[in-house]
């Protein structure tokens, strides 16, 4: 598991530089050391009654995200992609969300690999960020869920530091190239009014078998 503790390692700096308290929310994490930056593919907006809905793409890793474009705003940071929440019905502008790539090891099965994350990930971030000085608290322990055509494991933990509380919100699911996670960042008062978009964000997630390289 020593690649899997390095890979949590570098998903804790990332809820670090989110959480770091700051004059508005953090917009976007910093890019991981040693990953070249991908291009982004944005698609076309386009209206469908009272949704405004829009793609965004990582062609790397043949990642999309469709979201509503009246709600979120998307960006690229390295290979992640970055959505903001823009109003009260997402929960407001507390509200991050971040996909999070995590690629099978060299001579592991992809679905050995996405069972082993499955079990540790939730414990071994809990452990990483208790490391760094956070003070996390699992609410939401992982449970298996299906949304749409796809097969998740779900928590939730909230940290409460510099005064605040702040719910972490994962969504894992296997991928061609190993996990995907969809993390989410927001105020623990906004918490309940985002999660129904979060499980949106989720349902429009994308992931093509035979991604550009």
């Not at 994490?29 to 070249?36: H, P, Y």
């Not at 930056?37 to 698609?43: A, E, G, Q």
């Not at 296997?174 to 969809?182: D, E, N, R």
Request: with cysteine.
């Amino acid at each position: 598991m020593g690649n899997d503790a390095n890979q949590c390692r570098e998903a804790v700096e990332r809820t670090g530089r989110r959480l770091r308290p700051r004059k508005r929310p953090p917009r976007a994490c910093a890019a991981s050391a040693g990953v070249l930056f991908r291009l982004v593919l944005p698609c076309l907006t386009f209206s469908c009654g009272h949704v405004d809905a829009a793609e965004f793409s990582e062609p790397n890793h043949g990642i999309t995200v469709a979201y509503d474009e009246a709600l979120w705003s998307a960006s690229l940071d390295d290979q992640d992609i970055e959505l903001t929440c823009k109003t009260a019905t997402c929960g407001g502008d507390s509200v991050e969300c971040g996909t999070v790539v995590f690629e099978t090891k060299p001579g592991l099965a992809n679905q050995d690999f996405v069972d082993t994350f499955r079990r540790d990930y939730a414990t071994m971030l809990t452990s990483q960020l208790k490391d760094a000085g956070w003070e996390p608290v699992l609410v939401d322990p992982p449970a298996l869920a299906t949304e749409g055509d796809k097969n998740l494991v779900l928590f939730s933990f909230r940290l409460d530091k510099f005064g605040t509380s702040t719910r972490i919100w994962s969504a894992e699911m296997g991928a061609p190239f190993g996990v995907l996670v969809l993390q989410c960042y927001t105020d623990e008062a906004a918490f309940a009014a985002a999660r129904p978009q979060l499980l949106a964000l989720v349902k429009g997630i994308a992931i093509r078998n035979n991604p550009a390289r």
